[in-house]
């Protein structure tokens, strides 16, 4: 069975500063992973996922994450955070071969600080 | 393009009450999947419909319940709440079949708070 970790419930950082929110998995067979965000009283949206080849992978919003299958890794970056990105960031994983039983990590809240 | 479109977005219920959630799908969508959203556990998958049929069921006891229409509307519902059922309840749906798992596009949730 799979599981994700997110290491880190809260993260603050400052306008203009690197964004990093960890996440590791487990899993029995090399995954699908992703990155979601969810705003304030919003569903979740899609930041960008990791299916195969490159395993650095970019998305929306100058986020990008890279898989590192030796780590059991997935962390998301972002060069310079901006004010929009306060939100809930939520790593998931799914099985290759998989249907859409989705394993989400318990969430990360980011807050930028101006 | 209409996004996923879910109803009610907030209701109150008492203890023992039922509930029922509707969800519509993108269109074109087959799979439509549930997850209940609470701050102590996050996001826990509840089934997965396609086709119709479901596919996946999480780890939630009987009281819980869905179901797919021929046009993938679904909808879930909850028997005999509990204090413990007041969640954010998400529906996702995809197009299911020949693409990645996973890539979901989910509705704002309905909110339900058992009194």
């Known amino acids: 069975a799979q599981s994700v970790t997110q290491l880190g419930s809260h993260v603050s950082v400052s306008e203009g500063a690197l964004v990093l929110l960890r996440c590791n998995y487990s899993s029995s067979v090399p995954p699908y992973l992703f990155w979601y965000v969810q705003y304030p009283n919003q569903g979740l949206q899609l930041l960008l996922k990791?299916?195969?080849?490159?395993?650095l992978v970019k998305g929306i919003n100058g986020f990008e994450a890279e898989f590192k299958k030796s780590e059991t890794s997935f962390h998301l970056t972002k060069p310079s955070a901006h004010m929009s990105d306060a939100a809930e960031y939520f790593c998931a994983v799914i099985p290759s071969g998989g249907y859409q039983k989705v394993t989400f990590g318990i969430g990360t809240k980011l807050q930028v600080i101006p | 393009k209409a996004g996923v479109t879910q109803t009610p977005r907030y209701l109150i219920k008492t203890r023992g009450q039922q509930v029922t959630l509707s969800c519509s799908p993108i269109?074109?969508?087959?799979?439509v999947s549930w997850y209940q959203q609470t701050p102590g556990q996050g996001l826990q998958f509840l089934f997965e419909y396609f086709s119709e049929t479901q596919r996946n069921k999480g780890n939630f006891p009987g009281r819980f319940s869905g179901r797919q229409f021929s046009n993938s509307r679904s909808e879930m519902n909850v028997s005999t709440l509990e204090l413990g059922d007041s969640a954010l309840y998400l529906c996702a749906s995809s197009l299911g079949q020949g693409t990645t798992p996973g890539e979901l596009f989910f509705g704002e949730g309905s909110r339900l708070t058992v009194l």
């Open positions: 990791y299916t195969t080849g490159a395993t």
């Open positions: 269109s074109g969508h087959r799979s």
